[in-house]
């Protein structure tokens, strides 16, 4: 998966209780596909822009509206407006356009241009449609191994591509049309969208990514968060990191590249609240080194065990937090301070770091390096280094 939904820096959100049900939407995929879909019915039969039943992986249907239609001789191109429903989704009200020209049989396409394509032709037919997508402006483009594309292909996901050509088919089809068809896919704000998601450091650039796997957008999924930890791990391993540094959020993770300057910008992954999912991904992926770095909220609960470190999924166990505090050499004052009166672990971390031999930290950070198997960092709240397992 290429990812271009949630916004760097942001812990994937938990869906909570709710009045009503949270509102699906529909992927960049889908999107691209109900675009091209649009505009070779006009092109073919002669059918107004009016809503297209997209066709999605699992055989259901989709209807969206077509937008900014344009025609000239032999092509078409319209328009759909991205709606991520209550998903949490920088594409979300976008506009992901499609252009379908007609080939001539005889035409010669740029050599150039012709690394850039995607072309598909069904094997055993001499007569076979030739479907050749393209990226245009604000689709992004592939520069680092590690991904489902190679270097050089636009960031068009396998499975929008899939759906752009059985979409396409069926209106062949219906049209008993044989020929060449290009089809570009474009995003026209999808440059200045991409400088809000993580592909730049997926090796994704000049635009977003097409993508989607059902071509239906479930609101606040834990997959799509875990898909984004386990793309980031794939790049960070092609691109020959020997180790990764896992963090919360964009303020660990800023303090951590202060601290290792000379590692790789794919060595540094944001894996959210998904501690557990993400420590049991990279070390499958076989990384030589794992250093979870992170603010002391966060590491309290990681050294209680907690797997997702959410609020929602999570908590501070008092008993356990005065376990520590005793064995770190506090008095009865410090750890009923700890565990009876402050509300907060911000709280908490404030009064430690008033008292002069603080010794809990240490003890923090070396209970998280035994228990799991990593490098720990215990970072400030202001990117301030307070201590480290390995120091």
Known sequence: MLFDGRQIGKSAPQQKAATRPLRPGYTTGSCAAAAARACLEHLLLRRQFAPTSLLLPSGQRLELQPINPCTGRGWAACGIIKDAGDDPDVTHGIEIRAKVSVLDKA???????????DLDSQSGNDQADEIIIVGGEGVGRITKPGLELPPGEP??????????????????????????????????????????????????????????????????SALAWQDTVVACLKVAKACGCEGVVLTPGRSSEEAAQRLFPHWPQEAFIIMGDYVGFSLQQA???????????????????????????????????????????????????????????????????QYLREQSDSLFFPLLVNRISRDLGVRCILFSYEGEKIADSHA
């Open 107 to 117: 035409a010669v396409l740029d050599k150039a241009a012709v690394l850039d394509l």
């Open 155 to 220: 960031a068009i996901n396998p499975t929008p591509r899939r759906m752009i050509r059985d979409n396409v088919r069926e209106i062949l089809r219906e049209a008993h049309f044989r020929g060449r068809l290009m089809i570009e896919i474009s995003a026209p704000q999808g440059n200045l969208i991409a400088a809000k998601t993580i592909n730049a450091r997926l090796g994704i650039i000049g635009g977003i990514s097409i993508l989607g796997t059902t071509g239906v957008v479930e609101p606040i």
């Open 283 to 349: 070390k499958k992926f076989g990384f030589q080194q794992i250093i979870v770095a992170a603010q002391f909220a966060k590491l309290l609960k990681i050294a209680q065990g907690w797997g997702n470190t959410h609020a929602d999924h999570s908590q501070i166990d008092r008993a356990w937090l005065a376990k520590v505090a005793h064995q770190a050499g506090y008095g009865q004052k410090t750890v009923a301070f700890m565990t009876q009166q402050a509300q907060t672990a911000r709280t908490i971390y």
